[in-house]
């Protein structure tokens, strides 16, 4: 089995997925979302995926976002394009093939899916 998984190698939760991974001995595809940002297509499919609204995947704690004035009832359109080009806004680590995924934070919501999850 192979998945993929959004990476930040600064983020401790980040961190800690790669390492439930290693230890299950999965197969994974490390992209580093943000020095190759997803584009608007990237994320539709991705939150497609997840079966969450763009505003689900948010880091909502981050200046970006409080600054951009966007919120719970923002158009889901709006949500994708600020995702799109400010990347770290994007909560991590989201582990997922092209079937099923889920944000891994904390550990055990990623612990959860490997186990009950038909991937």
Known sequence: MTL????NASCSKSNAAIEVLREREIKVEIIYYLDKPL???E???LLNILKMRPIEIVRHKELAW???GLDENSDDYKVIN???TQPHLIERPIVYNEN???VGRPTTKLINFLNN???
Not at 4 to 7: G, P, Q, R, V
């Open 117 to 119: 999850a038909s991937i």
């Open 39 to 41: 584009n608007k297509i």
């Open 4 to 7: 993929k998984i959004l990476h």
């Open 82 to 84: 600020i995702l799109a």
């Open 43 to 45: 994320i539709i499919k």
């Open 100 to 102: 099923v995924g889920v």
């Open 66 to 68: 409080v600054e951009s």
